[in-house]
């Protein structure tokens, strides 16, 4: 949805600058070169922050998913302990399940 609001956001700003330059004769007849200039800047500044928007729910989105690669990664390696503790699995079981399930998210993604 963001992407699209950016995207129209761009579209109405090649509007105005279009119809600007397409009527360079009538702006210039009614001597409203600063008032469209504004016009324009307003919606470069429009796409700036749709943009700005979408960097930060990017950030936050990478931020969520790497914690929760870090969180899965520390429950995994404590229950793999546990494991070993209770002599259930040996450590070279545990090195080797870490290293398929790497390999195995690879893949899936």
Known sequence: KLVQEIQ??????????G?????????????TENEESELFEKKLQ?????KNKRDFVTAVYFLFRRHIQLAMQLIMLYTG??????GQMSS???VAFIFYQGDFGSYVR
């Open 46 to 50: 429009e796409t700036s922050q749709l």
């Open 92 to 94: 070279g079981d545990l």
């Open 19 to 31: 119809e600007v330059v397409s009527g360079i004769r009538t702006v210039r007849s009614f001597a």
């Open 81 to 86: 302990q546990h494991l070993i503790r209770n």
């Open 8 to 17: 129209d956001s761009i579209a109405k700003s090649n509007q105005v600058a």
